[in-house]
């Protein structure tokens, strides 16, 4: 399809905003508003260039889209992307620019982090735009999300451990976690509490030792983790990292991580799916961080109630493996279905 998005230019739209003085070039690419403003982080990311930027930002919109319609969120989905590079020097103005680059949108884009992006980018965009969450708020709900999304993941591994191999709990369970970063961690504490053996992997060296004094952790080279067995692989650095190589010959009974477009296409969901590896779709389990922004977006809400409305990912991924079941469906593919009924259905209305 166009721009590697698997499909034709079905995105609602898409805007490039330059600002010469701090250097900003962002991308915010608007999906869907069927259910609602759209609604995604931004990344801060170095890019060999503006096409793959572009395309970065037309997959991950997509995937908000997706993610926000099975979270049953009043929202549609969208992404930004600042295209990172040395020139810009002044980080607050950056995010100040970018920030008035989300407000000319007047609502139809709302933002929060995403890779790269700090609470502190947040406070500066937040000087120059109402349509943003991601942060501390006083006196009510907010903040990170990144907690939000791996205790997501982690309720999700437990619903996928329970559906495939009939486990009440994960004690003993050997999980092979990718990338130790905001979500993996906090993953890996949970994973722990819960009596499952770790086998880790990080580019930063230094988080990988503390992962294995902190949780006893048996740790790989970022290039083993892949291949090693285990219960579960839990990716959660970048995307693509399942691809026809390892769907084909990995050792795993079910993939189910934070990162987000963690198939190189559909079709390695198709062959973890032949060969009764059960893929957790990204989507559907990693919206815990989402879920955050958007309750706290809303306000009027409370940690307890956002933390009981990310568990229900649990009954999400059971309803999944029913319609599994029933089409025959890769879960990658039923996911995608599912979503897009919602989305159909919403636009219909
Ligand atoms: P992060 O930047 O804090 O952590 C990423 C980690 O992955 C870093 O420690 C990095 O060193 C490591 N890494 C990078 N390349 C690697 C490689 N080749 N092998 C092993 N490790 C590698 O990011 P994060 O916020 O933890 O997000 C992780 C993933 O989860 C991303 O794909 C992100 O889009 C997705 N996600 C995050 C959230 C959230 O709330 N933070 C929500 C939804 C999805």
Redesign the pocket.
Known sequence: GLFGTGEGPAHERTTLFTDAKSGLAAIISVYSTALGPAFG?C?YWTYANGNDALVDALR?SQGMAY?NALADLPFGGGKAVILRTPEQTDRTSLFKAFGRAVESLGGLYITA????TTVDDMRAAQTETRYISGMPRDGEFGG???????YGVFVGIEAAAQYVMDKKSLADMTVAV????????DLCRRLADAGAKLIV????EA?VAEVRVRFGAQTVK??E?AGVEADVFA?????A?ITPEVAEHCRFRIVA?????QLASLAEGDTLHRRGIFYAP?FLI?????V?CAREFLGGTDEASVMTEVAKIRERLFALAQRVEKSGEAPARAAVSWAREKIENAAAR
């Open positions: 982080g990344r991950l993610k982090e995403d890779v790269g990170n999300p990144s907690p939000k999304t791996a990718q990338g130790l970063g905001s979500v993996g961690w992997a990080d580019i930063d988080r970022p290039d983790i990716p959660c650095a970048l995307g990292v991580g934070g990162a987000n477009n990204d990693n919206a815990g961080g989402i955050s």
